[in-house]
Each structure stands twice: as C-alpha cells, then as structure tokens.
C-alpha cells in the first residue's frame, strides 16, 4: 500500500538557520503531496501542497518540490524562526487534491529552533 | 469562524473499561474523519463520513470501535473494551466536500 517515510528526528537548529526535512513516499498512482504542521496545544494545520510532478508548495517561508523522479517531497526554509518549533509530518493523497481522499501519513519530525 | 471541536481533551481508563470521545466538525462540512496518532507515528484513518454515511472504515478495528455520525452534524467515536494498544491522541477532522482538512486539538487517551 501508499507510505510515507520522514526523516528522524528530532531535529534541532539555532535561528536563521537552513532547514531541510526530507520525506520519500511510494505509491501505486499519481499521489498529490502535503506537508502539515502542529504547534504545541494545538491541532494539526496544512502548511503546503502540490498536486502533480515539479509542482511546488510554499507558504510562510516553506517550500517543497514535488519530484516524481525521487518520490520525494522534502520541506525547505532558508531562515528558520523560533516560532517554527513543531512537529512535522509530510502526508499524501491518492488522485488529485480532495478532502475526501484518504490522507496517508509520515511519523513527523519534531523540530526545535533555539535562539 | 469555529473550528472543530473535541471533547474531552484527556481520558484515562483502565483497559477493558468503554470511552466515547465527540466531535463537532466546522459548520457546513460535509466529510468528517476520526484518525488514530499513536505516539512516534503519523495520523491513521478510522473512519470517514460524508454526511451520515460512512465512505471508509476500513482500518477501523470493528469488534472494539464504533462510530456514528446522527444527523450529518456532531459524531461519536467509542471504544469498547479498551485494550492498551489503544492508548493514543484521536483527531478529528472535517471539510468541504474535495476541500481542504480542518482537525480538532485531539482526545488523548491512556489505558493502564
């Protein structure tokens, strides 16, 4: 069946530093790829998403590429914050993006930003 | 606008007893879903609803777990008998139907 594999954490960087989060999946179809997040206290958040091969995500400093060609879709931030402090976890979906679709997850990777 | 609400947020419980955790997803979605987060690993799907059916509940364990969804609205996942394997965080989530996923904070339960 679909899976998702993250890198190990924890991970753990002083601010404004590069970050990388890899994260592979297989999949016997055309997955769309999403990376979510969870502060501490709160619920899981989508950050990013693409949909097709050499789609990029992005949001609030956050980039992912989807690359067919490695099954992969690692998470980048040129300049990471404190506030960035969370658990990741990278997530795909068979077809294209709908809610309905059944959401497959990576274990997440906890991530620490200190000053 | 409200997000998705769960209750109780902490349930402790001895194995074999019952626990019955509630949602109440975002005012209009049309598709919930109960996901399992073991601890060290990603969300796993129990069950999805679209409005009072069941679209997948496939790896929802049935001789222990139960869920129901009365009126398209607010759903209750429980568990009876609890075993220890089923201490873990239980998420909800909702959307629009082909839209986006909202989850709730989680119900962590632990089972001595």
């Known amino acids: 069946g679909d899976s998702v594999t993250q890198m190990e954490g924890p991970v753990t960087l002083s601010e404004e530093a590069f970050l990388t989060i890899n994260c592979t999946y297989t999949a016997t179809g055309y997955p769309s790829l999403f990376w979510y997040v969870q502060y501490p206290g709160e619920g899981l958040q989508l950050l990013l998403k693409?949909?097709?091969?050499?789609d990029k995500g992005s949001n609030k400093g956050f980039e992912a590429t989807y690359r067919k060609e490695t099954t992969s879709f690692h998470l980048e931030k040129g300049s990471v914050q404190v506030s960035d402090s969370a658990v990741y976890f990278c997530a795909l979906s068979d077809g294209a993006f709908q809610g309905a679709q059944k959401l497959v997850f990576g274990q997440g990777t906890r991530l620490t930003i200190n000053p | 606008e409200a997000g998705v609400a769960q209750s109780p947020r902490y349930k402790i419980i001895e194995k074999r007893q019952s626990v019955a955790f509630w949602c109440n997803p975002i005012s209009g979605h049309a598709t919930l879903y109960w996901y399992q987060q073991i601890l060290g690993q990603g969300p796993k799907l129990l069950i999805q609803?679209?409005?009072?059916?069941?679209?997948?509940d496939s790896q929802l364990p049935k001789d222990r777990f139960s869920a129901e969804r009365l009126k398209g609205v607010d759903s209750t996942l429980k568990i009876q008998p609890a075993k220890l394997e089923d201490s873990a965080v239980y998420l909800c989530?909702?959307?629009?139907?082909?839209?986006?996923?909202?989850f709730g904070e989680g119900s962590r339960l632990t089972v001595l």
């Open positions: 693409a949909t097709k091969a050499d």
């Open positions: 609803f679209q409005n009072n059916g069941v679209v997948d």
């Open positions: 989530a909702s959307s629009l139907v082909g839209g986006e996923l909202f």
